[in-house]
């Protein structure tokens, strides 16, 4: 009962206006949700790029509807894993399978990008229409299910990823909408973003290992300095900056 009590809690915090005074009236809160948007804003326009590969077989009308109801159950899912996760996150466990699991992703990235030849294939074709999904529930039904699924998978990298920038729940609860928000509504502009400068896809990568390494350190009684945090995101980013300037300078003396 008492797990239950701090889910409803947690949820409770949504309309407790008075936090929300303090966190928009401190500097450091705008900084982490600076550090949550940028985090989100380039993983969501990746995870957008799959979203419209496995919809592009249906008719245009279709396509919308699909997207829809993936994003809805995107809020559900996120709404319930954010009220849970404040409540798993304070056991040493959970913090070293999120950490364990964030830098899978990270590591799993750079290995992806060996394969992008393979990568590029399967975007090219789409989702396969001939899979299980399709066949249980048909073609419209069926992508929305797999969106559903992509969506949730989605959802579990953005709020552990939250979970590592900070475990305040005010984060918790800006992150996981600001994630949704994201690949839906902004994802096209850091899409091209991505395209201009593409250094930033890996330093975001980059930031999701060091913040995993920030959640493990956290189970020994750890913690990074907010201040200390933000100038590594600066640094990351700044060195991203360099790595694109020196890029294209090859670029360019190839060509001429």
């Known amino acids: 009962?008492?797990?239950?009590?701090?889910?409803?809690?947690?949820?409770?915090?949504?309309?407790?206006?008075?936090?929300?005074?303090?966190?928009?009236?401190?500097?450091?809160?705008?900084?982490?949700?600076?550090?949550?948007?940028?985090?989100?804003?380039?993983?969501?326009?990746?995870?957008?790029?799959?979203?419209?590969?496995?919809?592009?077989?249906?008719?245009?009308e279709q396509?919308?509807?699909?997207?829809?109801?993936?994003?809805?159950?995107?809020?559900?899912?996120?709404?319930i894993a954010i009220g849970v996760g404040v409540f798993l996150i304070k056991l040493w466990w959970v913090k070293i399978l999120g950490a364990a699991y964030l830098a899978w992703l990270s590591i799993k990235y750079f290995m992806d990008k060996r394969k992008s030849?393979?990568?590029?294939?399967?975007?090219?074709?789409?989702?396969?229409?001939?899979g299980l999904l399709i066949r249980l529930f048909g073609t419209f039904w069926g992508t929305v299910v797999a969106v559903e699924i992509?969506?949730?998978a989605f959802s579990v990298d953005s709020v552990l990823a939250a979970f590592g920038v900070s475990e305040q729940v005010?984060?918790?609860?800006?992150?996981?909408?600001?994630?949704?928000l994201m690949m839906r509504g902004v994802a096209g502009v850091f899409l091209k973003l991505i395209d201009r400068i593409?250094?930033?896809?890996?330093?975001?990568?980059?930031?999701?290992l060091l913040i995993a390494a920030k959640m493990f350190v956290a189970v020994f009684d750890i913690h990074v300095p907010h201040a200390a945090f933000f100038i590594i995101i600066l640094l990351t980013f700044g060195a991203?900056?360099?790595?694109?300037?020196?890029?294209?300078?090859?670029?360019?003396?190839?060509?001429?």
């Open 240 to 256: 991203t900056f360099v790595v694109h300037y020196r890029n294209k300078k090859k670029e360019v003396s190839k060509e001429s």
């Open 1 to 60: 009962m008492s797990v239950l009590q701090g889910i409803l809690d947690t949820y409770a915090q949504f309309f407790n206006w008075e936090m929300w005074g303090e966190v928009l009236t401190d500097p450091v809160s705008w900084g982490l949700i600076g550090t949550l948007v940028i985090l989100e804003g380039l993983l969501s326009a990746d995870n957008a790029l799959v979203l419209a590969v496995m919809v592009k077989h249906l008719p245009p």
């Open 170 to 180: 005010w984060v918790l609860l800006v992150g996981g909408m600001l994630g949704v």
């Open 198 to 208: 593409p250094e930033l896809e890996t330093s975001a990568y980059i930031l999701i």
């Open 117 to 130: 030849a393979q990568n590029e294939e399967e975007e090219e074709h789409g989702m396969n229409q001939t």
């Open 63 to 79: 396509r919308k509807k699909a997207l829809f109801y993936g994003l809805l159950g995107a809020y559900i899912f996120r709404f």
């Open 150 to 152: 992509m969506d949730i």
